[in-house]
């Protein structure tokens, strides 16, 4: 079965804020490559998903999927801070070096608060690993809010 389309968000404060969250992911996140998902559940209790990665280089940051791919995260992405018909939601990013790690951040009042490591841990190792090396699971840096936006009641 196909997974459900998304209408398009209108929603201009949303957008804004995940355009300024994906500006704030990316240099917290460091360089290198990063494979980023989000995973929400709607409010008609339906689960979406998207991915997204990124090679961030100094001055640049690379990503690799279409428009519409990256259109689709972003679009997700947007309605997980909107918070109308998204009511939970997590975004993880992997870092693929030699060594992998993991962080999170989950949706909160229409902005991504870092995860607790012990709850992302138990999701991560319950995963089947693709490859030999072990995944650290790392603190998520905190996402500094852009000013002149206000936390909403989630």
Not at 7 to 17: S, V
Not at 70 to 93: C, I, K, P, Q, W
Request: with cysteine; proline share 8%; aromatic share 6%.
């Amino acid at each position: 079965m196909p997974e459900p389309k998304l209408p398009r968000p209108d929603n201009a404060a949303a957008m804004g804020r995940a355009l300024h969250a994906l500006t704030a992911l990316f240099p917290a996140l460091g360089e290198g490559s990063h494979a980023l998902n989000i995973n929400a559940e709607r409010t008609d209790g339906t689960e979406v998903s998207a991915d997204l990665y990124v090679t961030i280089e100094p001055g640049a940051v690379r990503v690799e999927h279409s428009p519409e791919e990256y259109g689709r995260f972003f679009v997700l992405l947007t309605f997980a801070l909107e918070n109308s018909t998204v009511h939970d939601a997590v975004l993880v990013a992997t870092t693929t070096d030699a060594r992998p790690r993991v962080c999170g951040w989950e949706v909160r009042a229409g902005w991504l608060h870092p995860m607790d490591t012990a709850e992302l841990h138990q999701t991560v190792t319950s995963l089947p690993a693709d490859d030999a090396a072990p995944i650290v699971v790392c603190h998520a840096p905190v996402l500094h809010r852009p000013h002149g936006t206000t936390e909403q009641r989630s």
